[in-house]
């Protein structure tokens, strides 16, 4: 019995010497999207903790019954310090990522 390719006749077919090389296309394509993904998650995680944290300060300053603009300044200063602050470690967390791959491949050769 004959097999017949699944493949549509116009695409180019794909040949890989051993299972090593589909393996390793494989895996690049995957880190490629890992490390995409990556900075939109973090960027995400920083935001949420931003609107949470302004918040939780517009929420209780209200409930304590504090004047609307201290309450309204305090949201805003805790809104920019904690983005702020969550993109710088997000900053510092892709340039150790960085000086670590380096380091490593310094330390392979």
Do not use: K, N
Request: aromatic share 6%; glycine share 4%; with cysteine.
């Amino acid at each position: 019995m004959v097999r017949r390719s699944l493949a549509h006749p116009d695409q180019l077919p794909l040949q890989f010497d051993s299972a090593a090389d589909l393996e390793r296309l494989i895996e690049a394509r995957v880190a490629e999207r890992c490390a995409a993904q990556t900075l939109r998650w973090r960027l995400r995680l920083v935001v949420i903790e931003t609107v949470l944290f302004s918040a939780l300060v517009a929420i209780s300053g209200l409930t304590l019954g504090q004047p609307g603009w201290l309450v309204l300044r305090a949201t805003v200063l805790i809104a920019i310090s904690c983005f702020l602050s969550g993109m710088l470690l997000v900053w510092l967390s892709i340039v150790s990522a960085r000086l670590l791959d380096r380091l490593s491949a310094r330390w392979r050769s």
